[in-house]
């Protein structure tokens, strides 16, 4: 590479370092994307999807018959099973082309913003799993308000969950726009409607059956599509990660530097807050809670979880290889990858693109085209896993527990939850196109920061705690929701990007809220609780021993006939 | 769930050795999770040039396998615990669940 060209991709990589570090402060990105041409294999691989998923989706609907088939699946799944489709469920187009375009903008830093994705799931399988299935039915709040008044308690739960739902939800739509655009050729209008269409049909008829066997098959797509990426990256070097690396830092324009940790982590509490909101938030998605329902036994359960962090761990470790592949196999190369063929205009399509242009690398036209259709599948899975536990919220906790006191047959409820899946399918939609071209960047951060400070405490302390009250726990969870949604609004990623304040005038300084509201949520629930000597609150602790029988040992639990 | 059942789970040693086994070693595990995570956020955070420094004569450094054995760590040790769980935990919890129907 001459001085001069070198020089020009030293001045691109700095600005996708620049927009990178802002990504790890407000959650994977896609950012606004420039619409390419048209990309028929990928949209003919695509269409493939959707007719396989949608057979399925036929069989699924035949097995759907009741509540339970409907939210859980009826129990059915294997750990296995379950496993993949939780996999499914969080690896998302964001964390897929997000984290692979982070480390090819800047090597080492990419696998610190991976670890925090995945340091939750072991505090999901040795606290909450088990008990989850043993307490639970069809919704987290089942096992937050085993022994709490219902009706408090419930609609808590179901504001903690459609605040995360709808964060989540958004950003993912806004993200298949962008992708579409990107990775179709297609117009962002075109997306919305597919994805809020194909994904209404999966719920509403198929149920959680034919959500978690989309899950299932795009899980397994993406994990082969990744593996043979990596395997192919490596084979170039001889499986010698040190001969990839000399040749990353022999090409990178930052050279050494793409070794060791950049400008990602500058301020200590920030970098913790951001870790506990994935680390916490993780535990409080109510999509992923869900999950734990659909198997028939604690034991499938925590195996379903053992596998489901195997599975996403190395998809992160695949995701970094893919990184530094991309910069080994792109940067010498720019005539067919980089902007008119200079370097210092980026990626064609973006820095979110490194994935993609590296499966052409090495698969060719025909892979390229599977991967843009796996990236996108990979929405559409995410959106309709969210969709179903939003509308359980709604027609489980709010209609059929609240509303009518629990007083309501099957079918009822089901029509209930059905014209939820309706309703959530046209506003992400409404949202999606209201949202094209405001910065999202924040949402699924702040979905994670409000899983982390409001679902999780109550849930834990309910489980945990048998002191725990039903006015701690509903104060303390809304203290937690409500001060993780304000302080993040103060923040740098909302303030000023989202909002266009000034720069330099948002008010709450650190990049997430998490480090402030998880333990004002745990102490609220706790002095609370404490300080309650209501009736209800003599009622709450007495049943403490009779949660705890079932939660350790599955007694009594719903479907559990093995016992 | 009728009082008497609940008695006798709880009275039962066997339940009672679950209980406190099963929550030792979820907790431990749960604090050497915290530990390597936070403790490698703090090492990014404040020893920048320890991990950016290289391994003898070669260009990978220590933060490559330290990062990548902080994801490899996190896998193992939630394989450990499903292991153990579905032997030594389901043994125990069967036991309890024998005991508290017949």
């Known amino acids: 590479m001459t001085r001069l060209s070198q020089h020009k991709s030293a001045l691109a990589l700095i600005t996708l370092l620049a927009l990178s570090a802002g990504a790890y402060a407000a959650g994977a990105d896609l950012g606004q994307a420039v619409k390419q041409t048209t990309n028929w294999t990928a949209i003919g691989m695509f269409a493939f999807f959707v007719i396989v998923t949608l057979f399925i989706t036929k069989w699924a609907a035949s097995r759907t018959k009741n509540a339970s088939d409907f939210y859980t699946a009826g129990g059915s799944l294997t750990g296995f099973q379950n496993g993949l489709a939780i996999a499914g469920d969080y690896m998302s187009a964001a964390s897929f082309l997000g984290i692979s375009g982070l480390v090819f903008a800047s090597g080492f830093d990419g696998l610190i913003y991976s670890i925090g994705w995945l340091v939750g799931w072991p505090l999901i399988t040795f606290l909450m799993a088990e008990r989850l299935r043993n307490l639970g039915k069809f919704t987290f709040a089942d096992v937050a308000g085993y022994r709490f008044d219902q009706t408090p308690i419930r609609v808590f739960a179901a504001c903690g969950s459609l605040v995360v739902v709808a964060f989540y939800m958004t950003a993912q739509m806004v993200g298949a726009g962008q992708l579409i655009k990107l990775l179709f050729g297609l117009d962002y209008l075109y997306a919305e409607m597919l994805v809020g269409t194909i994904m209404m049909i999966y719920v509403l008829f198929g149920g959680m059956t034919a959500t978690s066997w989309v899950q299932i098959i795009k899980a397994c797509m993406l994990l082969g599509g990744a593996t043979f990426m990596a395997f192919a990256v490596l084979l170039q070097f001889g499986f010698s990660p040190e001969a990839m690396f000399v040749k990353a830092i022999e090409v990178h324009s930052k050279k050494d530097a793409i070794m060791g940790p950049g400008a990602l982590i500058t301020n200590p509490i920030s970098a913790i807050s951001i870790g506990m909101a994935l680390m916490f938030g993780t535990a409080g998605l109510p999509h992923i809670l869900m999950r734990f329902f659909t198997v028939s036994s604690a034991k499938e359960a925590r195996k379903s979880v053992g596998w489901a962090t195997t599975w996403i761990g190395y998809f992160y470790i695949l995701t970094f290889i893919i990184g530094f592949g991309a910069i080994t196999n792109l940067i010498p190369n720019p005539m067919d990858y980089f902007v008119g063929g200079d370097i210092s205009k980026g990626l064609t399509g973006g820095g979110n693109m490194a994935a993609v242009h590296l499966s052409r690398a090495v698969g060719g036209n025909m892979f390229m085209g599977f991967i843009s259709a796996v990236a996108f599948a990979t929405i559409l899975a995410v959106v309709a896993g969210l969709t179903l536990s939003g509308a359980s919220a709604v027609s489980h906790d709010l209609y059929a527990s609240v509303w009518r006191k629990g007083r309501v047959d099957q079918a009822d409820e089901l029509r209930a939850s059905r014209i939820t899946v309706v309703i959530l399918g046209i506003i992400a939609v409404f949202f999606g196109i209201a949202f094209e071209k405001e910065n999202v960047a924040f949402m699924v951060m702040l979905a994670f920061v409000v899983a982390a400070s409001a679902n999780f405490p109550v849930l834990f302390m309910s489980v945990l705690w048998k002191d725990c009250t039903t006015k701690g726990a509903v104060t303390g969870g809304f203290v937690g929701l409500i001060l993780a949604v304000v302080l993040t609004v103060g923040s740098n990623a909302v303030w000023v990007l989202a909002l266009h304040n000034p720069k330099g005038s948002a008010w709450f300084p650190y990049d997430s809220a998490a480090i402030f509201s998880i333990p004002a949520a745990f102490l609220v629930i706790w002095l609370v609780s404490l300080m309650d000597h209501s009736a209800r609150a003599a009622v709450d602790r007495e049943g403490y021993p009779a949660q705890e029988v079932r939660s350790e040992t599955g007694i009594g639990s719903a479907s559990n006939s093995g016992r | ?102």
């Not at chain 2, 609940?6 to 406190?20: A, D, F, G, H, W």
């Open chain 2, 1 to 102: 769930m009728q009082d008497d059942l609940i008695q006798r789970v709880t009275s039962n040693p066997k339940y009672q050795e679950l209980k406190s086994k099963r929550s030792r070693i979820g907790w431990w595990l749960t604090w050497s999770m915290m530990v390597v995570y936070y403790g490698f956020i703090l090492l990014v955070a404040y020893d920048k040039e320890f991990l950016a420094t290289k391994i003898g004569n070669g260009v990978t450094t220590y933060g490559m396998p330290l990062g990548i054995g902080v994801l490899v760590f996190t896998i193992i040790i939630t394989i450990i615990y499903v292991r153990r769980a579905n032997s030594e935990f389901d043994d125990l919890t069967q036991e309890v669940v024998k005991g508290a129907l017949k």
